[in-house]
């Protein structure tokens, strides 16, 4: 007969056992980490669906121009087919994509040039002096994207307007989202969002992103995500 102190280790054994058992279907129904997981992965998908929806390719160049010229503008050949902004000093100038490319004349020097059908482009009335291969030079162009802001802008539009349709649409019918798009000092320049739940875990991330507006202005902003 086996005695009071061995049937009293079994009992102990057997309910640390079931202790455990517990904690092992516990934990598999209330996964922490499969959670966050999971949050983690549909806040990449919101990123995606923004960049998908309102990211667009700009072409960036800069023109030299070796001497001034006389004349209000002046024309170079051209380097794209699409609408052109111009700067020259960190100001914008008038400027026009045709058979040429037209820029008003601000002096010699380095003028950036961005291209992008997006653009609000100007015209000229006047006849601009062609300048020759000698008086000015291309620098390095390069393919660009940025977020257009009017493009996230549509995108809060939408998510005011039919939010049900734009969680199917992404693909987190489950889950909430916001967005928001702000400058480093936290003044927000989109703001889709809701009254956050008490009680809820809400993740968040930021993304330092590069935004460009019709003029070609470019800012560095902030696009928070949050889901839940």
Request: include cysteine; aromatic fraction near 10%.
């Given at each position: 007969?086996?005695?009071?102190?061995?049937?009293?280790?079994?009992?102990?054994?057997?309910?640390?056992?079931?202790?455990?058992?517990?904690?092992?279907?516990?934990?598999?129904?209330?996964?922490?980490?499969?959670?966050?997981?999971?949050?983690?992965?549909?806040?990449?998908?919101?990123?995606?669906?923004?960049?998908?929806?309102?990211e667009?390719?700009?072409?960036?160049?800069?023109?030299?121009?070796?001497?001034?010229?006389?004349?209000?503008?002046?024309s170079?050949?051209?380097?794209?087919?699409?609408?052109?902004?111009?700067?020259?000093?960190?100001?914008?100038?008038?400027?026009?994509?045709?058979?040429?490319?037209f820029?008003?004349?601000?002096?010699?020097?380095?003028?950036?040039?961005?291209?992008?059908?997006?653009?609000?482009?100007?015209?000229?009335?006047?006849?601009?002096?062609?300048?020759?291969?000698?008086?000015?030079?291309?620098?390095?162009?390069?393919?660009?994207?940025?977020?257009?802001?009017?493009?996230?802008?549509?995108?809060?539009?939408?998510?005011?307007?039919?939010?049900?349709?734009?969680?199917?649409?992404?693909?987190?019918?489950?889950?909430?989202?916001?967005?928001?798009?702000?400058?480093?000092?936290?003044?927000?320049?989109?703001?889709?969002?809701?009254?956050?739940?008490?009680?809820?875990?809400?993740?968040?991330?930021?993304?330092?992103?590069?935004?460009?507006?019709?003029?070609?202005?470019?800012?560095?902003?902030?696009?928070?995500?949050?889901?839940?």
């Amino acid at each position: 007969m086996k005695s009071k102190k061995s049937l009293s280790h079994v009992e102990m054994m057997i309910s640390f056992s079931l202790f455990v058992i517990f904690l092992i279907l516990l934990f598999a129904i209330f996964n922490p980490l499969e959670t966050s997981s999971s949050n983690e992965v549909s806040l990449s998908i919101i990123e995606k669906w923004i960049n998908e929806n309102a990211e667009i390719d700009v072409k960036t160049s800069t023109l030299i121009i070796q001497t001034a010229s006389v004349g209000d503008c002046f024309s170079v050949d051209k380097i794209s087919e699409e609408k052109v902004v111009a700067f020259k000093d960190e100001k914008k100038i008038i400027s026009e994509n045709s058979d040429k490319t037209f820029l008003e004349n601000k002096g010699a020097g380095v003028y950036s040039l961005y291209f992008s059908d997006y653009f609000s482009s100007g015209n000229f009335d006047e006849d601009c002096v062609a300048l020759s291969d000698g008086e000015y030079s291309f620098g390095v162009t390069k393919d660009e994207k940025f977020l257009l802001v009017s493009k996230v802008e549509k995108l809060e539009e939408n998510y005011y307007s039919d939010y049900e349709s734009l969680k199917k649409e992404i693909g987190i019918s489950g889950n909430d989202f916001e967005f928001i798009l702000q400058e480093i000092n936290g003044k927000k320049i989109i703001n889709a969002t809701m009254n956050e739940p008490s009680g809820v875990n809400i993740y968040s991330e930021n993304i330092n992103v590069e935004v460009i507006d019709e003029n070609a202005n470019i800012k560095n902003l902030i696009l928070n995500l949050k889901i839940w």
